[in-house]
């Protein structure tokens, strides 16, 4: 009968059961090649769910294997088919190794889907014929078939309900679309981003892009506040990290002030077992552990380090947003990763530049030296909040180790109405009149001044700074100041904080307190034989005097016609007590 043509609808039953066991296959054959998949199959079908009777014999022997922990290649299958008897009724060795080859055609989920939902339609069949067998006898056997229909009417839409989630179908509302006033955005915690939001934070390495984002985060988690912004209530965050130590988790969120109870909603996934993100199951294994937590913010530290693919092929980045970002983003959830800078800092994060094509917002994170940063945004899809702050990292370190809660971040503030930019010339120059550094002192001197700060600059940049110094002082005095170099205090640190004392390794000595502003420096002890208070010798300067310290004024305080050294500034939370 090869030679005679069915009728057009016997062809379509056919090609319709001939894609139902092609799906069939699919899920054997990815059972045997990706073992890893086929929890996610279990979860969703039975073996009564084949069409086939071989099919769900070779499901059985599939299953059989697992749960001894054997693994399920497909010789291991036939032997296991041989030991129970149940080749033959398999199909045979050459029909396993047949259906061995269907694989690679699509997601084990998407297939699994096809099976369950052909077992679906075809109990709903059986239903439905029963209903029409029974529709003519007694009103009891009617209504006995009308129940067993509404129980697996149930059954089918609790499973699709559990499928599909609580996300909305595809197309909008325009009744709802319309009367939702999207205007009304309240950024999160931070003002780096909005609800729902994706933004990348890159930075060099080592320019504390962890430390920046876990404090804001278990701020974030816990309902504190954070750069300036408000107190919210707390966010759940989900912190995934395959880049940090455990030693080094714990050391850092110490400092910040947190503890075993002041962690709030923050979940922590150290190195987790996922695969990578820009692969089907990694997207998988991300949602799973987002319904875990029930988190609404996740973050990826660092983003290189969950992706398979080339970090400069632009797939590799397409099939992370599609696989994993994109199901996140259509779920509300916001997300915040990390990246690194490439070579050319100018051209933004290393790799591809598809890697920054899906999110919202490009912030990019930069030392200035001295615990002072800056955080830029220097992409934005929406335009919403900030796009620059001027931030002071403070620390405090007894020892080896950083102080509990004397470690945070805080907007840096300016005695200027516009603050200069942190490392530029006016920047330096500033802090070195913080710092008590004569105006008149050379480039060796200004040279130790700034490493004694921890401010990186060149030879060409140091020379350009003196000169400026030098001249401002020639401005206003019309000569040059005979006063000698002074050592500056080590760092930024209120004369009256305790326990700020400065030890080895100690990269910005800071304040638990979080003062508006970089704290002021006390000034130094003046030189033998100069003019100060306490070695009783006069001063001999025409140079106005501060009127708390009398020591000399110089500098910008001078320039501008303040009466006090920045010490000794009211204004500033460090005014010393005279009673």
């Known amino acids: ?152 009417a149930k059954r089918r839409r609790e499973r699709q309900e559990q499928q599909d989630g609580p996300t909305a179908g595809p197309f909008l509302d325009w009744a709802d679309f319309f009367a ?74 110490i400092s910040y002030g947190a503890g075993p109870d002041r962690m709030g909603l923050l979940t922590y996934a150290s190195f987790p077992p996922i695969r990578p993100l820009d692969t089907v199951g990694g997207g998988q294994d991300l949602l799973r552990l987002v319904d875990q937590c029930g988190a609404q913010l996740v973050c990826l530290d660092t983003v290189s380090r969950f992706i398979s693919g080339p970090e400069n092929d632009a797939d590799t980045w397409l099939a992370l947003y599609r696989c994993s970002l994109l199901p996140l983003k259509r779920a509300g959830k916001s997300s915040v990763r990390l990246d690194h800078l490439g070579k050319d800092a100018e051209r933004g994060a290393r790799g591809s530049s598809a890697k920054t094509q899906d999110v919202d917002h490009v912030w990019e994170l930069r030392a200035q030296g001295g615990g002072a940063l800056t955080l830029k945004r220097t992409y934005t899809r929406t335009g919403i909040g900030p796009d620059r702050f001027a931030i002071v990292r403070q620390a405090r370190q007894h020892g ?38 004569p105006a008149d002192a050379g480039n060796r001197v200004v040279r130790q001044a700034l490493q004694k700060l921890q401010i990186s600059a060149g030879n060409e940049k140091i020379a350009r700074i003196v000169r400026a110094r030098q001249q401002a ?17 080590p760092g930024n640190v209120s004369r009256n904080a305790g326990g700020t004392e400065e030890t080895a390794g100690q990269t910005f000595p800071g304040t638990v307190a979080e003062t508006p502003g970089t704290p002021p420096v006390p000034p130094a002890s003046p030189p033998e034989g100069g003019n100060g208070e306490g070695n009783g010798i006069p001063s001999t300067s025409k140079t106005p005097l501060c009127t708390v310290c009398e020591r000399p004024l110089h500098g910008f305080r001078l320039d501008r016609g303040y009466d006090t050294c920045l010490a000794c500034d009211p204004t500033t939370g460090s005014h010393p007590n005279t009673a």
Do not use: C
């Not at 029963?130 to 229909?149: F, K, N, P, S």
């Not at 002082?473 to 205090?489: C, I, K, M, T």
């Open 1 to 152: 009968m090869e030679n005679v043509r069915p009728f057009p609808h016997q062809q379509a039953d056919r090609d319709g059961l001939e894609e139902q066991l092609d799906a069939e296959r699919f899920v054997l054959g990815t059972a045997m090649n990706q073992a890893q998949d086929i929890k996610t199959m279990r979860a969703a079908i039975k073996g009564v769910d084949f069409q086939r009777p071989a099919h769900e014999v070779i499901w059985t022997a599939v299953l059989n294997l697992v749960d001894r922990g054997d693994s399920t290649h497909y010789l291991s299958v036939v032997a296991e088919l041989d030991r129970t008897k149940e080749l033959r009724r398999a199909g045979g060795m050459s029909y396993i190794a047949q259906v061995n080859d269907y694989v690679g055609g699509g997601d084990a989920s998407h297939w699994a889907g096809k099976v369950r939902d052909a077992a679906d339609l075809r109990e709903e069949a059986n239903v439905g014929r029963l209903m029409v067998q029974r529709a003519t006898a007694a009103d009891a056997e009617a209504g006995a078939a009308i129940a067993v229909y509404e129980d697996f």
């Open 180 to 253: 939702t006033d999207f205007g009304k955005v309240e950024l999160l915690p931070g003002r780096l981003m909005a609800p729902g939001q994706q933004i990348a934070i890159v930075g060099e390495g080592k320019a504390g892009k962890s430390l920046l984002v876990q404090e804001w985060l278990w701020r974030t988690a816990t309902g504190q506040p954070f750069l300036g912004d408000r107190a919210h209530d707390p966010i759940p965050v989900l912190y995934i990290d395959a880049e940090n130590g455990h030693a080094d988790i714990q050391a850092r969120l």
């Open 400 to 437: 080896d180790t950083y102080a509990p809660g004397g470690t945070r971040h805080i907007l840096m503030a300016w005695d200027t109405e516009t603050p200069p930019t942190p490392g530029s010339d006016e920047d330096i120059i500033q802090r070195l009149d913080a710092a008590n550094v």
């Open 473 to 489: 002082l020639s401005d206003v005095s019309g000569n040059r100041s005979a006063e000698a170099f002074q050592d500056p205090f």
